[in-house]
């Protein structure tokens, strides 16, 4: 229960942070790393924050279902399987990642390749973040409690703070 | 409380296997003093018998469970020593090594020579064939021949000073001490050597006890009634062998000398018996006497533990039955509830130990604790990543505390298997699932259904998975006993497989 409660939360959060927070830094705090000369800064940011990110934000939230559905749905009997789904965690995060890295450089290439390099590795500094709090955080608090060591760096945390 | 238990003959050792494991599973434990001691002493003339040995392998593997855990655990084997005072072979206490018969015991040669009377008197009451019969190999269904052995036998002689020495001198400090001393015989009266030995160590102990001046300590004896039939008999050839058709004679002899001789000699007697009779396979004894432990063999245990209680009214008998003629279940035993409570914990912490935990922890073998520590949460609260534990998972002292458990929990397993499996005739066992007790190569996932019950169930289908347990063992805190390793891990999953 309580690690649904947990994916509750994230699902509010996420769209928090992909609809206000991210397109307010790149338009105040970042903005002078993504000019670049030729650049049309707000159809650009327009463009990240309104479509990249939120088609990056609805595959992370699919992931973090599928994590949260698959780890609720199959028992743990023994620690064998269970340190098996770490592989499979690895696998989601690798895919979830190069996917954002394909979005990022065909948008780059094809709509603004004016960005410099500056801007480029800011973007994908923002596509990492945009993982950690979409994916690795639910993942690490809301997988069942037989997996809570699974999700790497979960060992961070105190485990009262982990799911049911 | 020091409890002194006697198996006679292949009965008694199988009611010690059982006396063994109720103890460990703190049954025979009075509520609200310290664990009993128990202390266990085998009378059999066949050191071959499989039965013995069959005891003797829970004895030493309990014991070694317990050497492994001393001063680790909170509450499992916690307390009650668990003492083995030997086997006591009165063939060999009377002629060594050698071989033994009847005749010689008596001399008969000197005393047909003599005095024939007494010789003729010898041949009238023996057939030459028991005359003759090497009794190293048991008393083979003839109780005479074991009285007339060991009724000779003086108890306190120096010659059986591992044994009975020990035993008797245990029993006098004890008693000095003004501790609370039970002293119980098991055995069973159709056969030969409990038939005999019972009566006859009731009587050479009562004498002992009375010229010792010791009062306070009851000898109180749980007897076997036939329980079982053999599916064959012997053939021409085979000699001197026990029948079943003799049995129920033999029985008639021994109760009639237990009305007329034993009151003197016990304090209380238990008799149990069965109905529905199951059948074992023929054997003279030895190696090939593999009979499964029985249903009536826990009975006579939990006479034991009644007989641990305060005394009850003088000269009163109590009778006890199952409720249904075709089954068996939890609400037949005596103090139903803690006994069902008692050996569904046990059955439980053995089942999800060796058939779940175990090969967890084996499987982690050479692996280091972090990396186990990914599949297995729960280990992080039994084993700190020090030193060179960080890359072996354990000390050597938590690997041999993780076979002996190993080693303990099969002997369990195996006991609680053929409990449940040889209650004989179209009688319905519905205490423990056997198919539950069986030691898996694959991890088990549910507990559910190995302890039958009266009521619906646990409430949530849920708690009665291993992983639910494993869950329990990651949330559970540390008390002031700050239990580590894999003796901590045992003594935690002791406290979560208590289901009240």
Same mark, same amino acid.
């Given at each position: 229960?309580?690690?649904?409660?947990?994916?509750?939360?994230? +699902?509010?959060?996420?769209?928090?942070?992909?609809?206000?927070?991210?397109?307010?830094?790149?338009?105040?705090?970042?903005?002078?790393?993504?000019?670049?000369?030729?650049?049309?800064?707000?159809?650009?940011?327009?463009?990240?924050?309104?479509?990249?990110?939120?088609?990056?934000?609805?595959?992370?939230?699919?992931?973090?279902?599928?994590?949260?559905?698959?780890?609720?749905?199959?028992?743990?009997?023994?620690?064998?399987?269970?340190?098996?789904?770490?592989?499979?965690?690895?696998?989601?995060?690798?895919?979830?990642? !190069?996917?954002?890295?394909?979005?990022?450089?065909?948008?780059?290439?094809?709509?603004?390749?004016?960005?410099?390099?500056?801007?480029?590795?800011?973007?994908?500094?923002?596509? +990492?973040?945009?993982?950690?709090?979409?994916?690795?955080?639910?993942?690490?608090?809301?997988?069942?409690?037989?997996?809570?060591?699974?999700?790497?760096?979960?060992?961070? !945390?105190?485990?009262?703070?982990?799911?049911? | 409380?020091?409890?002194?238990?006697?198996?006679?003959?292949?009965?008694?050792?199988?009611?010690?296997?059982?006396?063994?494991?109720?103890?460990?599973?703190?049954?025979?434990?009075?509520?609200?003093?310290?664990?009993?001691?128990?202390?266990?002493?085998?009378?059999?003339?066949?050191?071959?018998?499989?039965?013995?040995?069959?005891?003797?392998?829970?004895?030493?593997?309990?014991?070694?469970?317990?050497?492994?855990? $001393?001063?680790?655990?909170?509450?499992?084997?916690? &307390?009650?020593?668990?003492?083995?005072?030997?086997?006591?072979?009165?063939?060999?206490?009377?002629?060594?090594?050698?071989?033994?018969?009847?005749?010689?015991?008596?001399?008969?040669?000197?005393?047909?020579?003599?005095?024939?009377?007494?010789?003729? =008197?010898?041949?009238?009451?023996?057939?030459?064939?028991?005359?003759?019969?090497?009794?190293?190999?048991?008393?083979?269904?003839?109780?005479?021949?074991?009285?007339?052995?060991?009724?000779?036998?003086?108890? $306190?002689?120096?010659?059986?000073?591992?044994?009975?020495?020990?035993?008797?001198?245990?029993?006098?400090?004890? /008693?000095?001490?003004?501790?609370?001393?039970?002293?119980?015989?098991?055995?069973?009266?159709?056969?030969?050597?409990?038939?005999?030995?019972?009566?006859?160590?009731?009587?050479?102990?009562?004498?002992?006890?009375?010229?010792?001046?010791?009062?306070?300590?009851?000898?109180? /004896?749980?007897?076997?009634?036939?329980?079982?039939?053999?599916?064959?008999?012997?053939?021409?050839?085979?000699?001197?062998?026990?029948?079943?058709?003799?049995?129920?004679?033999?029985?008639?002899?021994?109760?009639?000398?237990?009305?007329?001789?034993?009151?003197?000699?016990?304090?209380?007697?238990? =008799?149990?018996?069965?109905?529905?009779?199951?059948?074992? &396979?023929?054997?003279?004894?030895?190696?090939?006497?593999?009979?499964?432990?029985?249903?009536?063999? =826990?009975?006579?245990?939990? &006479?034991?533990?009644?007989?641990?209680?305060?005394?009850?009214?003088?000269?009163?008998?109590?009778?006890?039955?199952?409720?249904?003629?075709?089954?068996?279940?939890?609400?037949?035993?005596?103090?139903?509830?803690? %006994?069902?409570?008692?050996?569904?914990?046990?059955?439980?912490?053995?089942?999800?130990?060796?058939?779940?935990?175990?090969? $967890?922890?084996? /499987?982690?073998?050479?692996?280091?604790?972090?990396?186990?520590?990914?599949?297995?949460?729960?280990?992080?609260?039994?084993?700190?990543?020090?030193?060179?534990?960080?890359?072996?998972?354990?000390?050597?002292? $938590?690997?041999?505390?993780?076979?002996?458990?190993?080693?303990?929990?099969?002997?369990?397993? %195996?006991?609680?298997?053929?409990?449940?499996?040889?209650?004989?005739?179209?009688?319905?066992?519905?205490?423990?699932?056997?198919?539950? =007790?069986?030691?898996?190569?694959?991890?088990?996932?549910?507990?559910?259904?190995?302890?039958?019950?009266?009521?619906?169930?646990?409430?949530?289908?849920?708690?009665?998975?291993?992983?639910?347990?494993?869950?329990?063992?990651?949330?559970?805190?540390?008390?002031?006993?700050?239990?580590?390793?894999?003796?901590?891990?045992?003594?935690?999953?002791?406290?979560?497989?208590?289901?009240?």
């Amino acid at each position: 229960m309580r690690n649904l409660v947990t994916v509750v939360v994230f +699902l509010v959060l996420g769209p928090m942070w992909t609809f206000f927070a991210l397109p307010w830094l790149m338009e105040t705090v970042f903005l002078g790393v993504f000019a670049a000369p030729g650049l049309q800064l707000q159809q650009f940011i327009d463009e990240v924050a309104g479509k990249l990110f939120v088609v990056f934000w609805l595959c992370n939230v699919s992931v973090v279902l599928l994590w949260v559905i698959r780890t609720m749905q199959r028992r743990a009997p023994s620690a064998a399987k269970v340190a098996a789904m770490r592989d499979r965690w690895w696998t989601a995060a690798s895919l979830l990642l !190069f996917a954002g890295l394909v979005l990022s450089s065909v948008m780059i290439l094809l709509r603004f390749p004016q960005l410099s390099p500056g801007g480029i590795i800011l973007l994908l500094a923002l596509l +990492l973040t945009s993982e950690v709090l979409l994916f690795w955080l639910p993942t690490v608090f809301a997988s069942r409690r037989s997996y809570r060591l699974a999700v790497p760096g979960a060992q961070l !945390f105190p485990k009262s703070l982990m799911g049911g | 409380m020091k409890l002194f238990a006697i198996g006679v003959g292949g009965s008694g050792a199988k009611c010690l296997e059982a006396a063994i494991h109720l103890h460990t599973m703190g049954l025979l434990d009075r509520e609200g003093s310290p664990p009993t001691e128990l202390g266990v002493l085998f009378v059999e003339p066949d050191r071959q018998s499989a039965l013995l040995q069959r005891a003797q392998t829970a004895l030493g593997r309990t014991q070694s469970l317990r050497k492994v855990l $001393d001063g680790l655990t909170q509450h499992f084997c916690h &307390g009650g020593e668990l003492k083995d005072y030997g086997v006591w072979n009165p063939v060999e206490s009377v002629a060594g090594q050698g071989s033994l018969t009847m005749a010689q015991i008596y001399t008969k040669q000197t005393l047909q020579h003599k005095s024939p009377a007494l010789g003729g =008197l010898m041949d009238c009451l023996f057939t030459q064939e028991e005359q003759t019969l090497d009794l190293r190999e048991g008393f083979r269904g003839r109780p005479p021949i074991g009285s007339a052995l060991m009724s000779a036998v003086a108890l $306190d002689d120096a010659t059986h000073a591992k044994t009975w020495g020990q035993f008797l001198g245990d029993v006098r400090q004890a /008693a000095k001490e003004g501790e609370d001393v039970r002293i119980h015989l098991f055995g069973s009266v159709f056969g030969g050597t409990g038939a005999s030995g019972v009566p006859t160590v009731g009587c050479l102990l009562r004498s002992w006890l009375q010229k010792q001046g010791i009062q306070r300590a009851p000898l109180n /004896a749980s007897l076997l009634l036939p329980y079982f039939n053999f599916k064959d008999h012997g053939a021409k050839d085979t000699g001197l062998y026990a029948e079943a058709s003799n049995f129920q004679l033999n029985t008639g002899a021994a109760l009639q000398y237990l009305s007329q001789e034993g009151n003197q000699d016990f304090d209380r007697v238990y =008799l149990l018996g069965s109905d529905a009779k199951v059948a074992y &396979g023929f054997s003279i004894g030895g190696a090939s006497q593999a009979n499964g432990a029985h249903l009536v063999e =826990l009975l006579a245990v939990l &006479g034991l533990r009644n007989s641990l209680g305060e005394t009850g009214q003088a000269d009163a008998a109590y009778t006890l039955s199952r409720h249904n003629q075709s089954s068996v279940n939890w609400s037949d035993l005596p103090d139903s509830a803690l %006994t069902q409570r008692a050996l569904g914990r046990g059955a439980r912490l053995a089942v999800v130990w060796r058939n779940n935990i175990s090969l $967890d922890l084996e /499987a982690a073998n050479g692996q280091s604790l972090k990396r186990f520590c990914v599949g297995a949460p729960w280990a992080t609260r039994f084993y700190t990543s020090s030193s060179e534990e960080a890359r072996t998972l354990g000390s050597r002292k $938590d690997k041999d505390a993780r076979l002996a458990a190993d080693q303990w929990s099969e002997a369990l397993l %195996t006991w609680l298997k053929q409990l449940c499996s040889s209650t004989g005739g179209a009688l319905d066992q519905k205490l423990l699932n056997p198919v539950k =007790l069986d030691v898996q190569p694959t991890h088990l996932e549910s507990l559910g259904d190995l302890v039958y019950s009266n009521d619906s169930g646990p409430a949530h289908k849920w708690e009665t998975d291993v992983e639910y347990l494993k869950i329990q063992l990651d949330k559970r805190r540390a008390g002031g006993f700050n239990s580590q390793g894999t003796a901590g891990l045992l003594d935690t999953l002791w406290e979560l497989c208590d289901q009240p």
